[in-house]
C-alpha cells in the first residue's frame, strides 16, 4: 500500500512539471515571497533578418517594473542594453553593424532594481556578401523590338525575388527606369532606343521578414533588334512584268509556314522573271532563308533557281518598272553540294545535296557595289536570273522563305 501511495505522489509531482507552458513558469513555481524577484521576460520575440544587421522585437508585456533590456549573443561576449519604458507596447532594435553568420540571442529585461529576467533566446540569421554573391537574375527570355517599342519576355520567378530594375533610355535620350513586378510575365518599355543598353538586376529578400533587400549583380545588354519577320500581314502584289501562277499553287504558299507545299509559276517562264509580294510592315533585312520543292522534279532542277536578286521598295512603281523606285538587296547563289545541277548532262542530287535544301538555304544580306540591304523597305521583289538543270524549260517551285530583320516604324 505504502508502494502505491508513494508511485502516486511522484507521478502527481511528473505532472506538475509537465504543466508547465514556459519558462517563466517554471521560476514562478520557485520565487520565495520576500526573495529573488525576475522580472517580466521578453514576449513572442521576432528576429528580422537583414544585410549585415539585424532586428529584434519583442512584446513588452505586463510588468510595470521593467526599466531596460539587454540582448547577448556570442554565448554573452557581445551585447547591447536599451531602454524601456511604460508606454512601450513593443520592444525594437537594430543591432549594425553585426556579421554575416546564424546567432543565438537572449534577451534579459531588468527592473529599477537590478533585477533580471529569466533569458528569453531567438534564433536569427545575418545575411552579407556570401548570400549576396550568390544571386542570380531573373532570366530574360527573349525580347522582341517592333522598330519603336520593347517587348522583354521574363522567365519563371526564384521563391526569393522581390522584382526586377530596369535601367534603360528612350529615342528622346532621356533615362528611364522600370519596376518588374513578380507577376509581371512580359514588359513594354515605349519608344525604347535600340542603340543603347539595357541594364537590369533581380531584388531577392532571403526572408519574408527580411529588412533588407539585396540586388543581383547588375546585367548589361545591348537588344538585338533582329527578328524572324512575322508573315501575317504578308500579302501577293502583282505588278506588270511579274512572271503568271499557277491558280492551283498561289504565291502564297511561299510564307505559310509549310515547307512540304508550295507555289508554282505557269510552266514555263522566260528568265529572267520576277514576282512581287507586300510585307505590310517596313523592315532592314539581315538574312533569310529559302526552300525549294522536296521533290527531284524541281530541287537543285529546272524549278530551283540558282541565281536570283531580292529588291526592296517602299513605294513601287505601279507600271512594274524595275526603277529607282526599287532598291536592290542582294544578289544570290544557291550553291549544290555536288554539283549535279549544273552537270551536262544532269544528274539527281545525292543525299548530302537533298539534307542541304530540305534544311534550307541560308542566305546574308551584305553591303556591296550597288547593293544595299541597309535600305528601309515593305515590297520585296523576287528575280530569278539562272536556274539549275539549264538544258530544260524554267519554271519556279518553291517551298518557303524566312527573313529576319529588324522593324521599323
Excluded at 528580422?48 to 508585456?61: A, C, M, T, V
Amino acid at each position: 500500500m505504502m508502494k502505491n501511495t508513494l508511485f502516486v505522489i511522484f507521478i502527481g509531482v511528473i505532472l506538475g512539471f509537465s504543466s508547465c507552458d514556459s519558462p517563466s513558469d517554471i521560476y514562478k513555481d520557485y520565487v520565495v515571497p520576500n526573495g529573488l524577484v525576475y522580472p517580466g521576460p521578453a514576449l513572442e520575440p521576432v528576429a528580422y533578418p537583414g544585410n549585415n544587421r539585424i532586428q529584434l522585437s519583442w512584446l513588452r508585456g505586463t510588468d510595470p517594473r521593467i526599466q531596460k533590456a539587454r540582448i547577448f549573443w556570442n554565448n554573452y561576449t557581445d551585447s547591447v542594453e536599451l531602454p524601456v519604458t511604460a508606454d512601450m507596447e513593443t520592444i525594437s532594435y537594430i543591432i549594425d553593424p553585426i556579421s554575416e553568420n546564424t546567432y543565438s540571442f537572449m534577451i534579459h529585461t531588468y527592473d529599477d532594481e537590478g533585477n533580471k529576467s529569466i533569458p528569453i533566446e531567438i534564433m536569427g540569421t545575418v545575411y552579407g556578401d556570401s548570400y549576396q554573391g550568390m544571386l542570380t537574375n531573373r532570366l530574360l527570355k527573349s525580347t522582341y523590338y517592333d522598330g519603336q517599342d520593347l517587348t522583354l519576355n521574363w522567365g519563371t520567378v526564384e521563391s526569393s525575388e522581390v522584382g526586377v530594375h530596369l535601367n534603360w533610355t528612350d529615342i528622346n535620350g532621356d533615362s528611364r527606369t522600370t519596376e518588374v513586378d513578380t507577376a509581371d510575365t512580359e514588359t513594354l518599355l515605349p519608344n525604347f532606343d535600340i542603340d543603347m543598353p539595357l541594364s537590369y538586376s533581380t531584388a531577392h529578400k532571403p526572408d519574408s521578414l527580411a529588412i533588407d533587400v539585396f540586388q543581383a549583380p547588375t546585367v548589361e545588354t545591348m537588344i538585338d533588334p533582329v527578328l524572324l519577320i512575322p508573315k501575317a500581314t504578308w500579302a501577293a502584289k502583282p505588278l506588270p512584268g511579274d512572271m503568271g501562277m499557277n491558280g492551283d499553287y498561289p504565291l502564297t504558299r511561299f510564307w505559310d509556314g509549310n515547307t512540304t507545299n508550295f507555289m508554282h509559276s505557269e510552266n514555263p517562264v522566260t528568265l529572267p522573271t520576277t514576282f512581287t509580294w507586300d510585307l505590310g510592315l517596313k523592315t532592314k533585312l539581315d538574312r533569310m532563308k529559302l526552300w525549294p520543292r522536296n521533290s527531284n522534279d524541281d530541287r537543285w532542277s529546272k524549278g530551283h533557281p540558282r541565281v536570283f536578286e531580292i529588291y526592296g521598295s517602299l513605294d513601287p512603281n505601279p507600271d512594274g518598272s524595275l526603277d529607282d523606285s526599287w532598291i536592290l538587296l542582294g544578289k544570290f547563289e544557291c550553291v549544290q553540294p555536288s554539283g549535279n545541277g549544273i552537270a551536262n548532262p544532269w544528274q539527281a542530287p545525292t543525299s548530302e545535296d537533298i539534307a542541304l535544301s530540305d534544311s534550307g538555304l541560308e542566305f546574308e544580306f551584305v553591303p556591296g557595289a550597288g547593293v544595299n540591304p541597309d535600305a528601309t523597305v515593305r515590297y520585296i521583289r523576287f528575280r530569278s536570273l539562272e536556274h539549275f538543270n539549264p538544258t530544260e524549260p524554267p519554271r519556279i517551285l518553291l517551298a518557303e522563305i524566312n527573313f529576319w530583320g529588324a522593324l521599323v516604324k
